[in-house]
């Protein structure tokens, strides 16, 4: 398990356009250590003997519905409104890396 630095979460900050002050830094380092830590716990636990269960319940249902178009906007009103367009589609500003 690769562990993460400072570094790493100062980076990771940058990429999404957030600022972060050393004390924040310092805050979600010592929290991914105590994370860390913990999951550690669950390397020690013993599943010689055990069956993997990949979906462990036995009574399989989906409870979504489908999905019902109330209201549809016509394409050509969404794209009158749109600052920027590229043929059909609505062209914005890129916002992460």
């Known amino acids: 398990m690769q562990k993460i630095t400072k570094e790493v979460i100062v980076e990771l900050a940058e990429e999404s356009m957030l600022t972060l002050s050393q004390e924040e830094i310092d805050i979600i380092y010592n929290m991914e250590n105590i994370?860390?830590?913990?999951?550690?716990?669950v390397k020690d636990i013993n599943t010689e003997n055990i069956a993997p269960a990949h979906y462990p319940f036995d009574d399989i249902h989906n409870f979504l519905r489908e999905d019902i178009s109330l209201y549809v906007i016509d394409r050509k009103e969404i794209l009158t409104n749109a600052p920027e367009i590229n043929q059909e589609y609505i062209t914005i500003k890129r916002v992460v890396k």
């Open 35 to 41: 994370i860390t830590k913990r999951f550690e716990k």
